[in-house]
């Protein structure tokens, strides 16, 4: 831990890890999270049959590339530099949502397929913002709460238009053949 999280967390010497630990190795999964969540987006945009859902993958990926931003000033704030930690839950998230793609592409249910990965992953970003922001504000880390905050509305939206999304179309696309 560098000087500035010492001085902000009172971890100074201490050789049990703490909060502030916790905080920072979920901050980094988060981080490589979003990475590679940027990297697959296209990929869905692509896949979607739906001009709805395609402007959906397309507005995320937008939102996806502030949010990493906005961990990236999260880091700054520990005067700390930005880096991942391969996140193992994204990984089998990620990959699951492959396996649905190629299994259901150009069937009726590709698109219902489609938004149930997309919301595994947005349920997965939801739970782990909104600790992140609870531990921020419990570290009284300046500003880390807004940041994070930001990053949890974005998902929690998204995950509404995705709702909307598969009940009035997706769904009943994919229940034409059964």
């Given at each position: 831990?560098?000087d500035?999280?010492?001085e902000?967390?009172g971890?100074g010497?201490r050789?049990e890890?703490g909060?502030?630990d916790?905080?920072?190795d979920?901050l980094?999964?988060?981080?490589?999270?979003?990475?590679h969540?940027?990297?697959t987006l296209?990929e869905?945009?692509a896949?979607?049959a739906?001009?709805?859902l395609k402007?959906?993958f397309?507005?995320?990926?937008?939102?996806?590339?502030?949010?990493?931003?906005?961990?990236e000033?999260v880091f700054?704030?520990?005067?700390?530099?930005a880096?991942?930690?391969?996140c193992?839950?994204?990984?089998?998230?990620?990959?699951?949502?492959?396996?649905?793609?190629?299994?259901?592409?150009g069937s009726?249910?590709?698109?219902?397929?489609?938004i149930?990965?997309?919301?595994?992953?947005?349920?997965?970003e939801?739970?782990?913002?909104?600790t992140?922001?609870?531990?921020?504000?419990?570290?009284?880390?300046?500003?880390?709460g807004d940041?994070?905050?930001?990053n949890?509305e974005e998902?929690?939206?998204?995950d509404?238009?995705?709702t909307?999304?598969?009940?009035?179309?997706?769904?009943a696309q994919?229940?034409?053949?059964?």
């Amino acid at each position: 831990m560098t000087d500035k999280i010492s001085e902000l967390f009172g971890a100074g010497g201490r050789s049990e890890k703490g909060l502030s630990d916790l905080f920072l190795d979920t901050l980094q999964d988060m981080y490589y999270a979003e990475q590679h969540i940027l990297r697959t987006l296209p990929e869905l945009e692509a896949a979607a049959a739906s001009d709805e859902l395609k402007a959906a993958f397309r507005k995320h990926t937008v939102q996806t590339e502030g949010q990493i931003v906005r961990l990236e000033d999260v880091f700054q704030l520990f005067d700390v530099d930005a880096k991942g930690r391969k996140c193992e839950a994204i990984e089998g998230i990620l990959k699951e949502g492959d396996v649905t793609l190629k299994e259901f592409k150009g069937s009726p249910a590709a698109d219902a397929g489609l938004i149930s990965s997309a919301q595994a992953v947005e349920h997965y970003e939801i739970t782990r913002y909104g600790t992140l922001r609870r531990w921020a504000q419990m570290l009284g880390v300046p500003n880390g709460g807004d940041l994070l905050s930001a990053n949890l509305e974005e998902e929690a939206e998204t995950d509404e238009l995705l709702t909307r999304l598969a009940e009035t179309e997706a769904n009943a696309q994919a229940a034409l053949k059964g």
